[in-house]
């Protein structure tokens, strides 16, 4: 058996004013214990046994089968797919998840699945749950048992009073408090993979929620240099505003100039174990929340612009997980972070600023602040040497297209597309190719300066968007993700809940242990 370690109080933020004492109790929720076994699930410890069964299949070995199989002959539990039914056996509950047909179960099927199981597991005050791993099928199929149930058990309730304080509180008798995987083969290595960019996936998700009065661009460089000190081999160096304009990166400091929030030039360096192939660089955009500035937003919906941070948060803990694994690859990972602001000091529609690579641009629209930040945090990650480029942005209203399904997946080169869009497919983690064309990039260029940070012609914003970042890409094969969709909310998601998803921590580990 592989144990894994629970783990608890690995966000530790500052007091935040106005909030008593025990509101502010800063730790994210603890996490499920995860494990692999060979031995047969009804030999575990766990009071509740998981079993899937596909449509035209019987109850598979290893369990009580009779009285399962009772209940499926009575109708009360089908092999419908997401259908659940519970029983009583030997002692032991059985919660028997339909999984439809085996031919379209995946990995994506099995977070569902064990999302819906989890929420059905907590319900009945389990403890210990095991997943019976249906026969002959991937070990991604494990993996995403993993994931489902990690990320189905994240919660953010730090902010409410009674969070944590007493543990006979409903919430505390429903935490499922460990999972384990049941096998007729050694999964050990497959779980502890699955588990660690599940947890880094909630470690995203945490930074995305916490509200932006706490999660200032300092505080996440913070997180950033907890996770340095933290973990062999993970270097990180993060530069304030004085280091912003030292770096020549007038775009960057164009957009911090409004608040008087100090903005963070975060770098991560993780330089693997007998690192081999391209040097990867990835960019995030943490804007930690953005009225628009001058161009002011809608008042509508802007509270949740504390997530204008999600790729940001996405680079840091995929990072982690990376480092974490030990890949044998060389990572240079770039966060622009900072707030955009109205005031007396902020940028004004119509001003011209010098990017890092001498670029100028117009501002013709300070609430198309993001591609301002990445621009020079892309140059940076060139200037690193990186010759494999992925950023990932809250950038525009892609999902007006997409919807929370998908991630706009924009891309200069044909075969870095294709694995990407790939690795989206197998993570669950969704993205769709839009096109790029010389008429595209032709609407950025500016009247008064190089580049316009905002066309104006309202059309194909998401592809004049990567087009702007294009430019400061130049000739390496660079990759664009768009999340405004799948960021945060996605209903069609058992396992996510409502708030952020986290989306693109896994994927972007996964692009890593791809190189």
């Known amino acids: 058996m592989l144990a894994g370690a629970r783990r608890a109080a690995w966000c530790n933020y500052p007091d935040a004013p106005g909030l008593a004492a025990r509101e502010r109790r800063v730790c994210c929720p603890l996490l499920v214990e995860v494990s692999a076994t060979t031995q047969p699930a009804g030999e575990t410890t766990a009071d509740t046994i998981a079993v899937g069964v596909f449509v035209d299949e019987s109850i598979q070995p290893g369990v009580d089968g009779e009285a399962l199989t009772a209940l499926l002959d009575s109708g009360e539990a089908r092999r419908t797919f997401k259908h659940l039914a519970v029983a009583h056996a030997d002692g032991k509950r059985f ?6 047909e085996r031919a379209r179960f995946d990995a994506e099927r099995a977070r569902v699945v064990a999302g819906l199981v ?13 997943w019976a791993l ?13 994931e489902g149930t990690e990320l189905a058990g994240y919660v953010f309730d730090r902010y409410k009073a009674s969070a944590g304080d007493d543990p006979d509180d409903a919430d505390s008798r429903g935490r499922v408090e460990e999972l384990i ?3 007729d083969r050694d999964l050990g290595p497959v779980v502890e993979v699955a588990r660690i960019e599940a947890e880094a996936q909630n470690a995203a998700r945490e930074l995305q929620n916490t509200p932006s009065n706490d999660m200032t661009p300092t505080r996440l460089a913070e997180r950033a240099r907890e996770l340095g000190a933290e973990i062999e081999g993970l270097d990180v160096e993060v530069d304030g505003r004085e280091g912003i304009l030292a770096r ?15 903005p963070a030039l975060i770098a991560l360096r993780y330089e693997g174990p007998g690192a081999a192939g391209p040097r990867l660089g990835y960019v995030g955009k943490a804007v930690t929340f953005d009225t628009g500035g001058i161009s002011l937003k809608p ?7 504390k997530f204008d941070m999600s790729g940001g948060a996405a680079v840091i803990e995929s990072v982690a997980a990376i480092a974490r694994l030990r890949l044998p690859l060389s990572v240079v990972a770039v966060v622009g972070a900072t707030e955009n ?11 011209i600023v010098r990017a890092s690579n001498g670029t100028t641009i117009e501002v013709n629209n300070t609430d198309a602040e993001g591609r301002l930040v ?10 690193e040497g990186c010759e494999r480029l992925l950023d990932i942005a809250t950038l525009t209203i892609v999902d007006a297209v997409l919807g929370s399904t998908y991630a706009g997946l924009m891309c200069n080169d044909a075969e870095w597309s294709e694995q990407i869009e790939s690795l989206g497919r197998s993570t669950g983690e969704l993205v769709w190719p839009l096109p790029l064309h010389e008429e595209f990039a032709a609407m950025i260029k500016g009247r008064y300066a190089v580049l316009t940070n905002r066309t104006e012609r309202r059309e194909a914003m998401p592809i004049t968007a990567a087009e702007f970042l294009r430019h400061f890409a130049g000739d390496v094969p660079w990759a664009h993700l768009d999340i405004a969709g799948p960021a945060s909310d996605v209903p069609r998601r058992y396992f996510a809940g409502k708030g952020a998803t986290g989306f693109g921590v896994r994927l972007l580990a996964a692009v890593a242990r791809a190189l």
């Open 95 to 100: 919660l028997i998840a339909g999984l439809g």
């Open 118 to 130: 989890y929420a059905r597991a907590k319900e009945l005050s389990t403890r210990t749950l095991c």
């Open 134 to 146: 249906p026969p002959d099928v991937d070990d991604t199929v494990g993996a995403g048992l993993v």
């Open 181 to 183: 995987v049941s096998a």
């Open 248 to 262: 020549d990166m007038g775009a960057f400091a164009a957009v911090a100039q409004g608040t008087h929030q100090e």
């Open 299 to 305: 008042s509508a919906k802007m509270h949740e612009m």
């Open 341 to 351: 602001m109205p005031s007396g000091h902020a940028v004004k529609p119509g001003d």
């Open 374 to 383: 990445l621009a020079d945090c892309i140059t940076y990650a060139r200037r």
